[in-house]
């Protein structure tokens, strides 16, 4: 009988195989984000306040972290974009083995340990590391790279590639390789025609990219904390500061609250451009 | 189309250097690691004096790394189970059911994975800590499971929607009830997307730093926790060692979803 009744009205079962999932996201999820809002405000005083936001916007060295999290991303982004749209460009033109080894080679870092691959750039950048050892060939004094911006742009935009090249190179398949040749056959040079023809085609995802990259990258805390020097703090990292030493939960709450604001907006803009379906698959 | 001009083929060569480089950049920081793990000197120089296995003889001998790996693994098996248990149904619901909210529901359980580790994780700290549950390793696969599971939803839902429901629905005519149909028509196909899946989980429940470090206390830190209060005080070639070892689990992964999928 439950069996005939459940195929006859098979919404009541699927929601309850929905339930549990909405439960733990309720519990989990939800309450925790309202909880951490309600915080940042004042909750635990039990007075609507803004005096833990009030530092962030007031104080040198946190004002200096917020711009720190904006320049860093921002360079991030650009650095990836470039790197990654001849990659990109290859793996969507290119023939078959040289398209699947790029992919796989993008993917390196996708698949490896956070903590492993920045371990793997202190190795390189360290005053003994590789690098150093290769200037030393040449005659040239050890140079600091480790715990410079440098080193955090470095292990940032490796992380962050990835997603910039496997973004771009869907939009790129998408793109006619009959509209370059046109190009070219009506006397426009290769350079001419990929800037009136192919490049303006990409701009999706170009944009698409660097909206993701950017989202992705304004919350990191593994690689400037291990990368960086005291100067490239990010916000990330000081909301753990703030649980881990200081004990300012509420400030803490404040700060969180705006990367969560912050994060939410450029995913808005995101859904607003490429539709809600394409930015929840996006980060995959 | 007729030979190419110098400046394109130029251009062309240009291109394939520079994607060459990019290459390297990709795998240099991967493949550095291997030759330190095995250096015979007792701090980061580059290239390693001699070869020596001293650095994994310490991970072996020394009890906070073999602790460490088994706190990983019991977060990641539980959070395994975790992510099964409330992706997989959740997941055919998405699918199958056209209920008006589906959409919202979609971006609701998604959420988690977009938003940055430390918001969630601060969350879960004020929560965890009202209810004095953490330091758990319970507490901490729970909240693993709220962030990890959402990819367990994207893998599954993308095999249900290329799934042809008339095969079940073939075995509902013939006369097997719903749970026959789906033990003996549907799981099997789905079965190596759910492998991949929990393989994927295991890999991302050991690479996950932050929701360990606002969930976890001394006795329950987990091999990231370790490797991070490892390189934050100095860079030690340990550190490489245990990389290794994760390499190699990283490497087994991904050949076990291949089969997996092969299988399929």
Redesign the interface.
């Known amino acids: 009988m439950s069996?005939i009744a459940?195929?006859r009205n098979?919404?009541a079962s699927?929601?309850l195989?929905?339930l549990?999932?909405?439960a733990?996201?309720g519990f989990?999820?939800?309450?925790?984000?309202v909880?951490?809002v309600a915080?940042s405000l004042g909750s635990t005083q039990g007075t609507l306040t803004t005096q833990y936001y009030a530092p962030i916007f007031s104080k040198t060295i946190y004002l200096r972290v917020l711009w720190n999290t904006f320049e860093i991303s921002l360079l991030t982004t650009l650095v990836t974009l470039v790197?990654a749209y001849?990659?990109a460009?290859?793996i969507a033109t290119g023939r078959r083995p040289l398209s699947l080894f790029?992919t796989v080679?993008?993917l390196?870092?996708f698949?490896?340990?956070?903590?492993?691959?920045?371990?793997?750039?202190?190795?390189?950048l360290?005053p003994?590391?590789?690098l150093n050892?290769a200037l030393g060939l040449l005659g040239l004094g050890p140079v600091a790279l480790l715990y410079t911006r440098g080193a955090v742009l470095v292990g940032m935009t490796?992380s962050l590639?990835p997603y910039m090249v496997l973004t771009l190179a869907s939009v790129f398949r998408g793109i006619d390789p009959g509209l370059m040749?046109a190009a070219?056959l009506f006397g426009a040079?290769?350079?001419r025609a990929f800037l009136h023809v192919y490049f303006p085609l990409s701009l999706p995802g170009v944009l698409g990219g660097s909206l993701l990259v950017f989202?992705l990258a304004?919350?990191?805390?593994?690689t400037p904390?291990?990368l960086g020097s005291g100067r490239d703090q990010m916000i990330?990292m000081i909301?753990?500061e703030q649980?881990?030493r200081s004990l300012n939960?509420e400030f803490?709450?404040a700060l969180?609250t705006l990367?969560?604001a912050t994060?939410l907006v450029v995913?808005f803009v995101y859904a607003r451009v490429f539709g809600?379906?394409k930015a929840?698959?996006a980060?995959? | 189309m007729t030979g190419s001009s110098i400046s394109d083929r130029i251009m062309r060569w240009a291109i394939y250097g520079f994607v060459g480089l990019v290459v390297i950049f990709l795998v240099a920081p991967i493949l550095i690691i291997i030759p330190i793990s095995f250096s015979s000197a007792r701090y980061l120089i580059f290239p390693p004096p001699g070869f020596s296995f001293q650095w994994y003889k310490e991970l072996v001998e020394r009890p906070e790394w073999l602790r460490a790996f088994w706190v990983s693994l019991k977060v990641a098996g539980l959070c395994v189970v975790l992510s099964l248990a409330f992706g997989l149904p959740a997941s055919f619901a998405l699918v199958r059911a056209k209920f008006k909210l589906t959409p919202l529901f979609y971006a609701l359980i998604l959420s988690p994975m977009l938003l940055p580790s430390v918001v969630v994780g601060l969350g879960l700290f004020f929560l965890f800590s009202k209810l004095g549950i953490t330091g758990s390793v319970g507490g901490l696969a729970l909240g693993q499971a709220v962030v990890i599971m959402p990819i367990v939803v994207v893998m599954i839902t993308s095999t249900l929607q290329g799934f042809d429901r008339r095969l079940e629905q073939a075995a509902l005519i013939f006369g097997a009830s719903p749970l026959t149909a789906f033990r003996l028509v549907t799981l099997p196909i789905i079965a190596p997307a759910i492998i991949s899946a929990a393989l994927f989980v295991i890999l991302l429940s050991f690479d996950d730093l932050l929701i360990a470090l606002f969930l976890s206390d001394p006795s329950t830190s987990t091999l990231s926790i370790a490797i991070w209060n490892n390189t934050t005080m100095q860079i030690s070639p340990v550190i490489a060692a245990v990389s290794v070892c994760l390499l190699g689990m990283s490497i087994l992964i991904l050949g076990l979803v291949a089969i997996a999928r092969r299988w399929a």
């Open positions: 069996a459940r195929l098979p919404k699927y929601a195989m929905l549990p999932v909405l733990l996201i989990l999820f939800i309450y925790p984000m909880d951490m915080r790197l001849p990659v460009y290859l790029l080679c993008t390196i870092p698949f490896t340990s956070l903590l492993v691959r920045t371990y793997g750039w202190m190795v390189i360290s003994e590391g590789l050892e490796y590639l040749r070219g040079s290769n350079v989202l304004i919350g990191y805390f593994i904390a291990l990330a909301v753990y649980v881990d939960w803490a709450a969180s990367l969560f994060t995913f809600l379906g929840l698959e980060k995959r």
